[in-house]
């Protein structure tokens, strides 16, 4: 019985702290998006459009903090944290992400993936 409370306490705190880890920062970025609109220059291209021009763009976070913007066969590595993407250059940008999308501007260009 003693092993079991244990378990079960155990279990217990790894659930309280997953819920107090998603409610206490904001939304985090983790995986691989695929742009699904470009818009540049105020011209919008749409994810059907993107698909039948053959164009491969996305993107992806680590929860290490690294991650890669790929268009097709260039890929850019990035560190990032918090809202902002560092590249290797140092170049540094902004992105938002709102639990589904992430959206990066980028110059003229405004980019967002799902």
């Not at 818009?39 to 890669?68: R, W, Y």
């Not at 944290?81 to 980028?106: A, I, P, Y």
Request: charged share 20%; aromatic share 6%; with cysteine.
């Amino acid at each position: 019985m003693n092993a079991g409370r244990r378990i079960a306490a155990l279990l217990l705190a790894v659930v309280l702290a997953a819920g107090l880890a998603a409610c206490a920062g904001g939304k985090t970025p983790s995986g691989t998006y695929s742009a699904v609109r470009i818009v540049k220059n105020g011209t919008e291209v749409s994810a059907d459009e993107l698909a039948q021009s053959g164009a491969a763009i996305s993107i992806t976070f680590e929860a290490d903090g690294v991650g890669v913007l790929r268009s097709n066969a260039a890929s850019e590595p990035f560190r990032w944290s918090g809202d902002t993407m560092t590249s290797q250059e140092g170049d540094t940008m902004n992105f938002h992400f709102d639990g589904k999308t992430v959206t990066l501007e980028r110059g003229d260009t405004l980019i967002e993936f799902q």
